[in-house]
């Protein structure tokens, strides 16, 4: 079930379209008529970031790949990002 909400209506209406997104529901909100937003399950949301980490790409790298690395390698990535500046 998708609903659509303008954007003053979803305003007064917050809480009834979260209630609704927890539920499984999917809202979108319009400005004039266009779509502008959605609101959408967190379990839709889960979906969608791990097929992009599946998928790949530059987001399956995310995070700060602390404890990869031997001490010192901070300088050395340092080191490394000046001669790629010059």
Do not use: C, N
């Amino acid at each position: 079930m998708k609903a659509t909400y303008g954007l003053e209506q979803a305003r007064a209406q917050l809480p009834h379209i979260a209630a609704e997104a927890r539920a499984g529901h999917t809202s979108v909100i319009t400005r004039h008529g266009k779509p502008m937003a959605a609101v959408v399950p967190m379990s839709f949301l889960r979906t969608q970031q791990a097929s992009r980490m599946r998928k790949g790409g530059i987001l399956a790298l995310r995070g700060t790949g602390r404890h990869m690395w031997p001490e010192g390698a901070g300088q050395t990535v340092a080191d490394m990002r000046d001669e790629w500046q010059t």
